[in-house]
């Protein structure tokens, strides 16, 4: 009897973002992805496990198909404890189930829910602390080993030991083979950072790919391709996703990053996996990057059906916590799927953007739902649904940069606008009335309008008054310095 077998890898995120250090997070990033792509293949080979039907390995998530029993038993008691040793404080979750008759549809969604049943009890080998332990001061995990770093002595908990010895490791970047030269790639985040120290951090995740992958396991099914046929045409398909984000991420490197490197790229691949991506980057190239990226894979061939994806850009200062900046961004990805699937059943590509500036125990007005409405995010990326594109808002944003509009009086708009509007509506016809009077003609003004189909301030059919635009613009303009 076959046995199809899958294993998830969990806590990414807090494995590779529990520290600010850009070389750490590098290592860590190769430490995960050398769990599916060298690890477990290692681990099959030196337990004499043979299968040559893999149907996925992307992304922290493997399945295949096993001939033998022994062999099931064998990696379900020993490969969560390897895959611990090699890579600390990640979890492993697995599970299998029976082909009595091949694999089904019935089977791989049998799987998926043994799958999150598993994730309850995931294996991990984490040391706990006593009062009397040593502790690492930037994580508060016991401490493994004592290292000299920079010429200080510092004490190291087991996971970040194990990113010191990865070091940087072999850049991602070189292995998408994005053809970029190492000695252009930084280890150093203030090489990416703006001069006022802003940075993006993005996290792009295809659109409605679980049930892109069902339907098409149905249709395999359907034509009655199973076994070995099955698991080739599942992998070719899995292929050319990958191929299709490899080359839009090809693309927006040589229009977008490329062009902006001094002596450095001003951004680093964090993961890339399947249809994920997480990539820090220069503030003021967040938006243009997202742009290329999402456009170059619609516009691909690889697949019979374009792929879209939501793109969440947390704009924040180079020394946040990457670990809570991450946790926006993905917040941000979410809330621009759920825009995007209700702007359209085909759920078009859509970006979310939000800049960190103040007290964390403040809420980000994308979780909020306020009585006026100062963000218009997110925004999507084909003008075809009626709704302002991201690229008309960088354009205007890039128009307010060189136009006479004062952004002292927009600001001032924008932050009265929830708590006093009238000051607002008041602020912005006398300073419409000055301009009138000795005759200026402002160019943001005139695009703002040409753009939007309305004035700066506009009254809702509710009767309140609602910035949707400005607020973003000048967003951009300031995580742009």
Not at 151 to 180: H, N, P, V
Not at 341 to 360: E, T
Request: cysteine-free; overall charge neutral.
């Amino acid at each position: 009897m076959n046995y199809l077998y899958q294993f998830s890898v969990h806590s990414i995120q807090s494995f590779i973002y529990r520290s600010n250090r850009l070389v750490e997070i590098l290592a860590a990033s190769n430490i995960v992805r050398s769990i599916n792509e060298n690890l477990f293949m290692e681990f099959l080979r030196g337990y004499g496990i043979e299968t040559d039907e893999i149907i996925q390995n992307a992304a922290g998530n493997v399945k295949i198909i096993i001939q033998k029993k022994d062999d099931l038993d064998t990696i379900l008691r020993y490969w969560p404890l390897v895959a611990s040793e090699f890579a600390p404080e990640i979890g492993i979750s697995q599970a299998y189930v029976e082909l009595e008759a091949g694999l089904t549809r019935e089977k791989s969604l049998e799987l998926r829910k043994k799958l999150e049943i598993s994730r309850q009890k995931i294996y991990s080998n984490e040391v706990p602390s006593s009062p009397v332990t040593l502790v690492s001061r930037r994580t508060g995990l016991p401490v493994y080993k004592q290292q000299t770093i920079n010429g200080k002595i510092e004490y190291l908990d087991r996971g970040s030991y194990y990113k010191f010895q990865e070091g940087a490791g072999t850049s991602i970047e070189k292995d998408l083979g994005l053809g970029i030269d190492s000695s252009h790639l930084t280890r150093d985040i203030s090489h990416i950072a703006t001069k006022k120290s802003n940075i993006a951090l993005i996290h792009i995740d295809g659109n409605g790919m679980g049930e892109t992958v069902l339907k098409f396991n149905q249709e395999l099914l359907a034509k009655n391709i199973v076994g070995k046929e099955f698991s080739r045409a599942h992998r070719e398909f899995s292929e050319k996703i990958v191929q299709t984000t490899r080359e839009a991420l090809k693309t927006a490197y040589e229009k977008v990053l490329i062009p902006a490197k001094d002596k450095y790229i001003p951004a680093r691949l964090i993961l890339m996996g399947g249809d994920d991506l997480t990539i820090i980057v220069r503030a003021d190239l967040a938006i243009p990057f997202t742009m290329e990226y999402l456009k170059s894979m619609e516009n691909s061939t690889t697949l019979p059906k374009p792929l879209t994806a939501s793109a969440g850009i947390i704009f924040m200062k180079k020394n946040f916590p990457f670990n809570v900046g991450y946790y926006f961004a993905e917040e941000l990805t979410e809330h621009a799927k759920q825009y995007s699937r209700n702007l359209d059943n085909s759920i078009p590509s859509s970006v979310a953007f939000h800049r960190i500036s103040g007290n964390l125990d403040k809420i980000p007005e994308w979780k909020q739902k306020p009585f006026i409405n100062i963000s218009a995010s997110p925004y999507p990326i084909d003008s075809k649904y009626g709704e302002i594109t991201l690229d008309k808002i960088y354009e205007l944003s890039q128009e307010l940069k060189k136009a006479g509009t004062s952004r002292g009086i927009l600001k001032e708009i924008v932050y009265n606008l929830q708590e006093n509007p009238q000051k607002s509506r008041d602020l912005w016809n006398r300073y419409k009335d000055v301009l009138q009077k000795k005759g200026i003609k402002d160019t943001f003004i005139k695009k703002y309008t040409e753009i939007t189909g309305e004035d700066i301030i506009s009254s809702s059919s509710k009767g309140i008054y609602e910035v949707n635009y400005v607020f973003d613009i000048l967003r951009l303009l300031d995580v742009a310095e």
